[in-house]
């Protein structure tokens, strides 16, 4: 069974950074579509960064374009996604997730990791 976890989430200050990391026990990191989503208390889980490996391609929402930086390490196995100039509004669960064919859903997810930045 595929599974990924994610760790690195934590307590900063306003402007601060993480690095969110995502292992898996599958070989996903440059294979299927991967992504990071976040989950705010009261909203519906959103899409944050993307990353198509074959058409080495990443994509951001448009809150953290400039901020977010979404890479994965082949050898480790580990998506990460590094977080810069954080703000309040940045608070959440934040999950990792993985398509499991070429154009599919994302069909593997983490059980996430709190993110809290205060102000």
């Known amino acids: 069974q595929i599974q990924v976890e994610e760790s690195g989430g934590g307590v900063v200050q306003a402007g601060g950074s993480l690095n969110l990391s995502c292992v898996s026990n599958?070989?996903?990191?440059?294979?299927?579509?991967m992504g990071w989503f976040r989950q705010a208390p009261g909203k519906e889980r959103e899409f944050v960064a993307g990353?198509?490996?074959?058409?080495?391609?990443?994509t951001y929402t448009d809150s953290v374009k400039g901020r977010f930086t979404i890479s994965g390490d082949e050898t480790k196995n580990t998506l990460y996604l590094q977080m810069n100039n954080l703000k309040p509004e940045d608070t959440a669960v934040y999950y990792c997730?993985?398509?499991?064919?070429?154009?599919?859903?994302?069909?593997?997810w983490g059980q996430g990791t709190q993110v809290t930045v205060s102000s």
């Open positions: 997730a993985s398509k499991g064919y070429y154009g599919g859903p994302y069909a593997y």
């Open positions: 990353v198509a490996w074959l058409e080495r391609r990443t």
């Open positions: 599958e070989r996903l990191v440059g294979s299927y579509d």
